[in-house]
């Protein structure tokens, strides 16, 4: 089902793999995320020519849409792109179509068969089908039993599920969600979605790693004295509250996208480049990392959220004055935690993570700050030369840095660190793609390599328990830390990096 082709329609490097024919069903096909990230996603591959010839979106959600009132809603989500490439969208939108399905019902899903056979004999996709969970997580495993009790998922090799985040609540939830859809589909049939992994930058770690011989040999405890990954956000919670209030930033940022970036940065290397492998790995890394202190974890996190700030101008609200939200809710909306990783690559190397919302900066970056050199022979422009750091920007300006010690131009031998640049953009002369285009490409490719494999995320669940059940059961020992709005979060966070005389990096 998977080949390799060069597509002559975009620039040289790039190395496309054809997806086979099918039909995806989008079930919450009236939702946010079909509208914003979805279908652009699939328009965009559609462009790029990289959906097949027969292919066909099937939309579906309670609501009684025909075909032309989907075709309707999705040209909206799609204005401006239509407006740039009308003719595109003429060939597109004759490949959407709806039907009115309530997850709930057996009966709607049985029917739903009788449409998508229908589908496979207008637009020969040949019953290959990949179906899209969009909608609320209590409708995942219900929505499984109900495609594998009629008896679509048969076919490990022609159906696919593509489930989205978040997969489970804790621990429990994760293993009780995990063991109904296994008992729906194989394995290889479940797609975990974590769209950070989608991100070219993200999958670039492991290239950087393993394909430059410079790197693996110093990427290890000998050299590297501490990993700091943030993901920062500049918006507050915005119309997510109903949401947002049940979770938190450790369950909606930390548990999934940061805990992955980390199982990449900290892989051993795999065998061969294939998805069980990698994932094996992956796991591994999870499977050995643990609190910094999980007896005092209280000694090892610091909960935050978000008040007023903001200009006069501009002002911002805090968490607790957003719609939606409690007047004394005690939900996150940052994290900073320590962790360590028990094994002979990573032993006592201090991995930082933190998230927030309302942050100073949109950003997220993993930084590998290297050891000190032992002796110093010259004086340095900042007092102390600055350690070796490499720094792999995830978003925005996908790229990576290399900041290291260069002699001080004059008379003197004083040195001070300079950044060496890689940028994507400016690289390859395109933006990297969204990564919803990459994933939703690679699900209906079947390919699982970017997506979660039950056992990581059970393992990642299993990480942050002491810290879900110390919050549930004596909140007091996290207590929220205020912060104001567009900072860099509280001073208790920056407490936790200085009782390991380092700082937060702050670009
Ligand atoms: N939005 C995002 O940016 C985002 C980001 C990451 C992950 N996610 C995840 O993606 C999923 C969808 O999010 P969303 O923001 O798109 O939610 P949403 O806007 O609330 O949409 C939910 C969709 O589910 C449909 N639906 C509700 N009950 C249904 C049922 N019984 N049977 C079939 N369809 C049903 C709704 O349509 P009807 O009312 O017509 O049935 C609607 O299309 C969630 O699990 C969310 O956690 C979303």
Same mark, same amino acid.
């Given at each position: ?14 190395? @496309? ?198 790197? @693996? ?5 000998? #050299? ?14 915005? @119309?997510?509250?109903? #949401? ?49 202190? @999980? ?56 991995? #930082? ?70 940028? #994507? ?83």
């Amino acid at each position: 089902m998977v080949a390799t082709v060069t597509n002559p329609l975009r620039v040289g490097l790039r190395q @496309e793999r054809v997806i086979a024919p099918q039909c995806l069903v989008i079930f919450g096909a009236s939702g946010d995320l079909t509208h914003r990230k979805l279908v652009p996603a699939l328009f965009e591959l559609f462009e790029q020519r990289r959906l097949p010839s027969e292919f066909a979106l099937l939309g579906c959600a309670r609501r009684p849409w025909s075909d032309e009132e989907f075709r309707k809603k999705m040209a909206d989500a799609l204005a401006i792109r239509i407006q740039d490439d009308p003719e595109a969208w003429k060939r597109f939108v004759n490949k959407l179509f709806y039907e009115p399905v309530d997850l709930q019902k057996p009966e709607d899903v049985a029917r739903l068969s009788g449409r998508l056979k229908e589908i496979d004999r207008w637009c020969a996709t040949r019953s290959n089908r990949t179906f899209y969970l969009s909608v609320s997580p209590k409708f995942y495993a219900s929505g499984c039993r109900s495609l594998s009790d009629a008896g679509l998922l048969r076919d490990p090799k022609r159906s696919r599920v593509v489930i989205e985040k978040p997969f489970g609540h804790d621990y429990r939830s994760a293993q009780a969600l995990n063991q109904v859809v296994q008992t729906c589909g194989q394995e290889n049939q479940i797609f975990r979605i974590d769209h950070y992994l989608g991100k070219e930058t993200v999958q670039n770690i492991m290239v950087l790693r393993f394909a430059n011989s410079i790197f @693996e040999p110093i990427w290890n405890r000998n #050299y590297i004295s501490s990993v700091q990954i943030t993901a920062s956000e500049t918006v507050g919670v915005e @119309e997510r509250a109903g #949401y947002y209030e049940s979770s938190g930033a450790l369950r909606d940022m930390v548990q999934n996208h940061l805990t992955q970036m980390l199982a990449i940065v900290a892989m051993e290397m795999p065998g061969r480049f294939d998805p069980e492998a990698i994932r094996n790995e992956k796991a591994k890394v999870l499977q050995t990392a643990r609190l910094a202190d @999980e007896v005092e974890p209280w000694n090892c996190c610091v909960r935050g959220q978000y008040g007023p700030g903001g200009s006069r101008a501009n002002p911002l609200m805090g968490y607790r004055q957003e719609p939606g939200v409690e007047a004394n809710s005690t939900t996150e909306t940052y994290v900073a935690m320590k962790l360590f990783i028990d094994n002979w690559r990573w032993q006592s190397v201090p991995f #930082y993570v933190r998230t927030g919302k309302r942050l100073a900066k949109r950003l997220s970056e993993i930084v590998l700050t290297f050891r000190e050199v032992p002796v110093h022979l010259f004086d340095a422009a900042t007092g102390r030369p600055t350690a070796n750091q490499l720094i792999l920007r995830i978003q925005p300006d996908e790229g990576a840095g290399f900041r290291f010690e260069v002699k001080s131009p004059g008379s003197g031998m004083c040195s001070r660190p300079i950044d060496m640049e890689f940028s #994507y953009d400016q690289s390859f002369g395109e933006p990297s793609d969204e990564g919803y285009v990459r994933l939703l490409a690679d699900a209906m490719l079947g390919d699982p390599t970017l997506f979660t494999r039950a056992d990581e995320v059970e393992a990642a669940w299993r990480l942050y328990t002491p810290l879900l059940e110390l919050i549930e059961d004596s909140p007091w020992r996290l207590p929220i830390h205020p912060y104001e709005s567009r900072t860099w979060g509280p001073a208790a966070a920056d407490a936790l990096l200085a009782r390991d005389g380092l700082l937060w990096r702050r670009p």
